[in-house]
């Protein structure tokens, strides 16, 4: 058995999702953990105006009452020129895949949340996400360079690699971030669509799964 994780480092539900997950993970650390980058907006090209801005805003304030999690308003309203491509931050956390495997990849995903939503740095630059992810790996004993992760990032494999994660979501079926699968018996079954507790994470996969009380 194993939990597949479908979510977007810039999908702020998934940025309020993430401890809730990480909780999850520590009370079942037997329980694998896929990730799989969405792509909420990957490829976009427009700059992002004030009215976006103020949209999305609307968003984390809903998103911090639920979790708690704080948000950097005044670095991003104060961003200009931004141009909301979720492409380069799925490929960050697909480069650290690719360098380390899955095994505590959801802390570098967590990283290059809290760099975008709490630092407020440009996660749409290679050489920003490079220096969050090594400091993430290297929390985790992995040691890589800046200049190596950002090779790793830039190459087309990594690319390729990063829109077959976009396919494997739709062929996955998931419509919105964050989701939560159970792959079991050989099938996939969706346990969590959109924000949820850690406790009612782990009730709904005790329905499934019989993993908890």
């Known amino acids: 058995m194993k939990l597949i994780y479908v979510g977007d480092p810039m999908c702020s539900w998934c ?5 809730e997950l990480s909780a999850l993970t520590a009370r079942l650390p037997d329980l694998d953990l896929e990730i799989v980058v969405g792509g909420i907006r990957a490829g ?3 700059v992002l105006d004030a009215t976006g801005k103020r949209f999305r805003l609307q968003h ?3 998103v911090e ?5 704080p948000f950097n308003r005044q670095a991003f309203m104060a961003r200009e020129g931004f141009v909301y491509d979720t492409e380069p931050v799925c490929r960050a956390v697909v480069a650290a895949r690719r360098i380390a495997g899955e ?9 290059l949340q809290n760099a975008f939503y709490v630092e407020g740095l440009d996660t749409t630059d290679g050489h920003v996400l490079s220096d969050v992810a090594v400091k993430a790996l290297d ?3 992995v040691a890589v360079s800046a200049d190596e992760f950002y090779q790793t ?4 494999e990594t690319k390729d690699e990063t829109q077959q994660d976009f396919a494997r979501a739709r062929a996955l079926g998931v419509a919105s971030f964050p989701t ?3 792959e079991t018996q050989g099938r996939i079954v969706t346990i969590q669509s959109g924000y949820a507790g850690v406790d009612e994470l782990e009730h709904r996969l005790s329905q499934f799964a019989g993993l908890a009380a």
């Open 15 to 19: 940025y309020g999702f993430g401890k």
């Open 180 to 182: 939560v699968l159970l």
């Open 103 to 111: 095994e505590g990849l959801l802390k570098v995903f967590r990283a």
């Open 139 to 141: 929390a985790m004993g």
């Open 60 to 62: 984390w304030q809903r």
């Open 65 to 69: 009452a639920l979790s708690g999690l």
């Open 153 to 156: 990032w830039a190459a087309a």
């Open 44 to 46: 976009a090209t427009d």
